[in-house]
T-cell receptor, first 114, second 109 residues
Framework: DAGITQSPRHKVTETGTPVTLRCHQT?????MYWYRQDPGHGLRLIHY???????DKGEVSDGYSVSRSKTEDFLLTLESATSSQTSVYFC?????????????FGQGTRLTVV | KNEVEQSPQNLTAQEGEFITINCSYS?????LHWLQQHPGGGIVSLFM???GKKKHGRLIATINIQEKHSSLHITASHPRDSAVYIC???????????FGTGTRLKVLA
């Protein structure tokens, strides 16, 4: 298995509170991604990073921010959680610069906003 | 905009049956991935292919670039194959992926 760890694995939080999810990799892959998975939808890209301090928005970025201060860690922050952000969040990594376009996924974080 | 469609959405099979899951996409791609997700579990990459056919154990993946279509076949299916199978396409220049909504497979003993 690729070395990707997401934390926490499960979280319940109240509406309006800030939440930070962490993705940690040991593969030294350049690209890191945050997706959310909801019933009836394919995985949807929230934000991605193509290097330290280099990030860009995905298709569902409203209400989320990210940071990548070192290669290994990619943080996803919900500044003020809303019930619509209840979802399962997946982190992924890839490194097309090595000639590999295969993506590897973390185990997911189930977030419930009440 | 590239759309990815999978069929069927749900599939129930008896143990030992040959299974086919289909994926169609609308725009030319650089690579297509087949992923597996067990209930409550993480996502595992099964195959990445850009042409032809790949085989791993009882799993076979094919892609037809001209028809913009890929299939995932499972031979001699087993209850442990029960999972959601997801098709994802990537295209050059963006390093992003577009995902299908998945096919939920249940194999009965």
């Amino acid at each position: 298995d690729a070395g990707i760890t997401q934390s926490p694995r499960h979280k319940v939080t109240e509406t309006g509170t800030p939440v930070t999810l962490r993705c940690h990799q040991t593969e030294n892959h350049r690209y890191m991604y945050w997706y959310r998975q909801d019933p009836g939808h394919g995985l949807r890209l929230i934000h991605y990073s193509y290097g330290v301090k280099d990030t860009d928005k995905g298709e569902v970025s409203d209400g989320y921010s990210v940071s990548r201060s070192k290669t290994e860690d990619f943080l996803l922050t919900l500044e003020s959680a809303t019930s619509s952000q209840t979802s399962v969040y997946f982190c992924a990594i890839s490194d097309p610069t090595r000639g590999e376009t295969e993506a590897f996924f973390g185990q997911g974080t189930r977030l419930t906003v009440v | 905009k590239n759309e990815v469609e999978q069929s069927p959405q749900n599939l129930t099979a008896q143990e030992g049956e040959f299974i086919t899951i289909n994926c169609s996409y609308s725009v030319g791609i650089s690579a297509l991935h087949w992923l597996q997700q067990h209930p409550g579990g993480g996502i595992v990459s099964l195959f990445m292919l850009s042409s032809g056919k790949k085989k791993h154990g009882r799993l076979i993946a094919t892609i037809n670039i001209q028809e913009k279509h890929s299939s995932l076949h499972i031979t001699a299916s087993h209850p442990r194959d029960s999972a959601v199978y997801i098709c994802a396409v990537g295209y050059s220049g963006t390093y992003k992926y577009i995902f299908g909504t998945g096919t939920r497979l249940k194999v009965l003993a």
